[in-house]
Antibody, heavy 120, light 107 residues
Framework: QVHLVDSGGGVIQSGGSLRLSCVAS????????LHWVRQAPGKGLQWVAF????????FYADSMKGRFTISRDDSKNTLYLQMNSLIPDDTAVYYC?????????????WGQGTLVAVSS | DIQMTQSPSSLSASVGDRVTLACRAS??????LNWYQQKPGKAPSLLIY???HLQSGVPSRFSGSGSGTDFTLTITNLQTEDFAIYYC??????????FGQGTRLEI
């Protein structure tokens, strides 16, 4: 059974840094691409970043590029999101999501989310 | 960037009803369209992928259709547990996959 557990969120001052983690189990972690998606309070879903299997290729939403870094440790079945220069607009629940590749790639499993609150 | 627009923003319905939710893409995305359900305080869950393929374990009262720019999610015989927010997502520009703003389905 696939399981993703997000952690690392908290309250942080504007300009600060935070590292989120997502520990996975129940599937061949190294074989799958993984995403981070966030959701501001009362708002919709926003794609954040993606890392391909193997960890070489990474992609970011424009508003996060240069501030956020996605990485993975396949030996620990863990996905990371390093967030620097945080601003209040980064306040959101952050979810990791496993990509299922098909004719339409989708997010077939999600973590429970971890809340990041950036204070000004 | 491909913009996804869902309509309506909210919808009231009753148990047993049949409802249709719409999603429009700003350009042709073929059948690169997924649907998710999100309940309060929970992560989203995948319902439909590739416009019309039912994800394993999802009840058959959910169905999706469409191609190009216009897509629909239909729920027949609404159940209490179906009242949630529904999001469409385009995967044409994967891995950058944008979501619609959501449709809230209320009793």
């Amino acid at each position: 059974q696939v399981h993703l557990v997000d952690s690392g969120g908290g309250v942080i001052q504007s300009g600060g840094s935070l590292r989120l983690s997502c520990v996975a189990s129940g599937f061949s972690f190294r074989s799958y691409g993984l995403h981070w998606v966030r959701q501001a309070p009362g708002k919709g879903l926003q794609w954040v970043a993606f890392i391909r299997s193997g960890g070489i290729d990474t992609f970011y939403a424009d508003s996060m590029k240069g501030r956020f870094t996605i990485s993975r440790d396949d030996s620990k079945n863990t996905l990371y999101l390093q967030m620097n220069s945080l601003i209040p607009d980064d306040t959101a629940v952050y979810y990791c999501a496993k990509e299922e590749y098909s004719e339409s790639p989708s997010f077939d499993h999600w973590g429970q989310g971890t809340l990041v609150a950036v204070s000004s | 960037d491909i913009q996804m627009t869902q309509s309506p923003s909210s919808l009231s319905a009753s148990v047993g009803d049949r409802v249709t939710l719409a999603c429009r893409a700003s350009q042709n995305i073929h059948t690169s369209l997924n649907w998710y359900q999100q309940k309060p305080g929970k992560a989203p869950s995948l319902l439909i992928y590739a416009a019309s393929h039912l994800q394993s374990g999802v009840p058959s009262r959910f169905s999706g259709s469409g191609s190009g720019t216009d897509f629909t999610l239909t729920i027949t015989n609404l159940q209490t547990e179906d009242f949630a927010i529904y999001y469409c997502q385009q995967s044409q520009t994967a891995p950058r996959m944008t979501f619609g703003q959501g449709t809230r389905l209320e009793i």
